[in-house]
């Protein structure tokens, strides 16, 4: 059995998501291979398109993306992926018997040109995009449940705008493909059984995974040595790609709950590590002293970042699954986070963590002092964060999942 991952870029969030899947495969003994506009690695069988082609693609999604923004207003959580992907004779060169998809959107494959891949697909869930008429999340709009139009995101008022084209587009494109639907958790596996485009297509869930044992608790005092933070503070941890820029990441209500925490007397005991972002120009005053430490990319830094935290909070509004939820769990590092999407099947409120009232900002705030005002109470909430990742997310189990769901739908062209 031969498997190809397609994702548009091995360093994005969905890009660890299928290279953790892919890793946990190989593992397994499975024939797995990555296809990837943006390979950052050097891990074996992660392929990329020619360089004349990945500069093509690179091209016209910023040029999609400059036109989208120009005409409608779009942010770059939207895509309408217009342009032929030159990329379906490096796919047929691997001859893969099973395709599974990941993050195709922005420019990587053309929406109609999942109908030549001529092999089963599996298209794994890392947001909203593949079910609504190009937005990646749809916010508080449920058009996607009908066929969109009037988008909030392109500040439609027609029904006829250019989500109900995007959406006909995939309406017509997709309607006799050989697809199974996988989402990594509840939230979005309920998104996708309401939508208009996949309500009637198998679906499965299968909660993403890593590797519990590259992702292990780290002696606190040695990781925030090597990290240059404070051993006589506790620390608050917050990071997301784009983590103070991207309102779905939810900041803007972090930055109150903590500045309430700081009126409640926690200023002198507490400070807050961010990753994911850089110190802006005019930082927010939060109450608390604030170590900004950028993007990190590698797993050893990241490993060493949730273990040196007395507290990882994830105020997501809306969230597929929530890696960097799991990730702190497995290295023993209490979670709060909102009752919601992707987050609530991965916290355990008040077991290893706390799920607040969405999205009370006064909630979120009681939650993170929960966690860190009793030492005994902190102890066995990292002792039992740890125990929910090596049993609900152990990369044997995710992989373990996906190659029964291969084998099954291979079954009918073997048997024939």
Known sequence: MKVLHLVASEGSGAGRAALRLHDGLTQSHVDSSVLTLNKSSDQANVFKPSKQVSLYKLAQSRISGAITQKMWGCEDTFSINTSPSLILKDIKAHKPDIINLHWVGWEFIRIEELQNLNTPLVWTLQDMWPMTGGCHYSAECNRYTDSCGACPQVRGTRESDLTRWVWNRKANAWKNLNLTIVAPGTWIADCAKASSLFKQRRLEVIPFCLDTERYQPVDTAVARELLNLPNDKQLILFGAFSATSDQRKGFQLLAPALQRLSQEGWADQVELVVFGSSRPKDPIDLGFKIHYLGR???????????????????????????????????????????????????????????????????????????????????????????QKAEQAFHLELQARHYISLYQELLAPSISA
Request: glycine share 6%; net charge negative; aromatic share 8%.
């Open 296 to 386: 990190l990319y590698d797993d050893v830094s990241l490993k060493l970042l949730y273990s040196s935290a007395d507290v990882m909070i994830v105020p997501s509004l809306q969230e597929s699954f929530g890696q960097t939820a799991s990730e702190a769990l497995a290295c023993g590092t209490p979670v709060v986070a909102f009752n919601a999407t992707g987050l609530k099947d991965i916290v355990d409120h008040q077991q290893n963590g706390y799920l607040a009232k969405p999205y009370e900002v006064e909630d979120l705030a009681q939650g993170i002092a929960w966690v860190l005002q009793d030492r005994e109470r902190h102890h066995l909430l990292r002792k039992s964060a740890r």
